[in-house]
């Protein structure tokens, strides 16, 4: 690689050309059996991953949205509920619970894994709430031990954001088979990612899971029999098949991720930045690789000078934003949220990223620092 040669936030054209030929013989195959909608590949997909992820049922939907949307309705959340959750996420994690008519309390996050603070949920469960929604941001996972021994104590239910973090790990268990439900997004740019939309809701509990295949498929317990209104949410039988194929490699895509964050480490720890931190007891996903920085301004500048792909998540908490002005909630409320908006950036991971392309984003960023 030349010193003038950019690298991309996320090349996914390797993988496409390895995974192409099979790919496109199961949709054939599927065209050939005429089976398009909640089809074979999808309902082996929904079996492999609850064996993988450690579940009695896994069920495919739309999108993660969808999953988690679909688990609020599920477990009856709804208007005067309140569910508990981080400021610090992507605006779907909050949105759903507004969608089901209750209302979303934010506590702060920690500093040094960006997950919800649990010494911070306790003081904010009222008489109405209903659930805790934690995320394991980036891939890291959230200190489910501290957040289900909260979430029992209070006869509280537990909903996994797990969009950015499958195959992740906390104290042996998969993300996703900690809570009451587990929700996943197979959006392109997440670990597991289809080419397209696409999301799936894990859960030991046969009554959810009954629950949510009814919901996904407009509320029909049979054709043409509808028992509540439901919406139409079913993940296809065109991205099960790509998803069925890249599940098989995932353990191997996490580990060349994890390689590529020790080698950032390794260069960027020297210079001063904060890297991510590692579960104490588990494994980091490392869907973002993402660092703090005072200098996180000129840092992003430079890489994108140099065609450096680079991202800020997220620059603003939820919760300060104008959709939830009503709720009166202060920058005093969140410091460290606030914090990270001006500190954090993202910066190139993906399984085919190169230790050249890792030194090359190492380079640009050292002559900022130095």
């Known amino acids: 690689m030349t010193r003038h040669e950019g690298v991309p936030y996320l090349d996914l054209s390797k993988e496409f050309n390895s995974l192409k030929e099979e790919w496109f013989a199961m949709i054939s195959e599927d065209g050939a059996r005429g089976s398009w909608i909640l089809g074979p590949n999808v309902h082996a997909f929904e079996k492999e991953v609850a064996e993988f992820v450690g579940t009695s049922h896994a069920i495919g939907v739309a999108n993660g949205t969808d999953s988690l949307y679909l688990s609020l309705r ?19 994690t909050s949105e759903v619970i507004d969608m089901v008519g209750a209302k979303p309390v934010f506590v702060d996050i920690e500093a040094d894994t960006f997950n919800i603070n649990p010494a911070l949920i306790e003081p904010a469960i009222t008489t109405r709430t209903r659930a805790i929604l934690p995320v394991h941001l980036f891939g890291n996972p959230a200190d489910m031990t501290a957040i289900n021994a909260i979430a029992d104590s209070h006869g509280l239910a537990v909903v996994e954001d797990a969009a950015q973090a499958f195959g992740a790990q906390h104290d042996a268990q998969r993300v996703g088979s900690m809570g009451v439900t587990g929700c996943f997004s197979f959006y392109p740019t997440k670990v597991l990612g289809c080419y397209g939309d696409g999301g799936l809701l894990t859960t030991n509990s046969d009554e959810i ?3 949510v295949r009814k919901l996904r498929n407009h509320g029909a317990a049979a054709a043409f029999q509808h028992d509540e209104v439901g919406m139409n949410s079913r993940l296809d039988e065109v991205q099960a098949a790509l998803l069925r194929l890249k599940l098989k490699s995932l353990d191997q895509n996490i580990a060349s991720r994890q390689r590529i ?48 792909g680079n991202s ?7 919760a300060l934003q104008q959709v939830y002005q009503h709720l009166a909630y202060t920058e005093e409320d969140f410091p460290v949220s606030v914090s990270l908006g001006s500190e954090v ?10 230790e050249h392309q890792v030194d090359r984003v190492c380079q640009v960023i050292r002559q900022v620092i130095i």
């Open 74 to 92: 599920a477990l009856g959340i709804g208007p005067g509920d309140e569910v508990i959750t981080t400021p610090y996420t992507f605006f779907s």
């Open 209 to 211: 899971a009954e629950t």
């Open 261 to 308: 964050a020790a080698l950032y480490d390794e260069r960027l720890g020297k210079l001063g930045i904060t890297c991510p931190s590692r579960p104490l007891n588990g494994s980091h996903a490392f869907n973002l690789y993402t660092i703090r920085s005072s200098k996180r301004d000129a840092i992003r500048q430079a890489l994108m000078d140099n065609s450096i």
């Open 312 to 318: 800020t998540c997220y620059p603003a908490p939820l």
């Open 345 to 354: 950036v993202s910066l190139p991971v993906f399984p085919d990223m190169t």
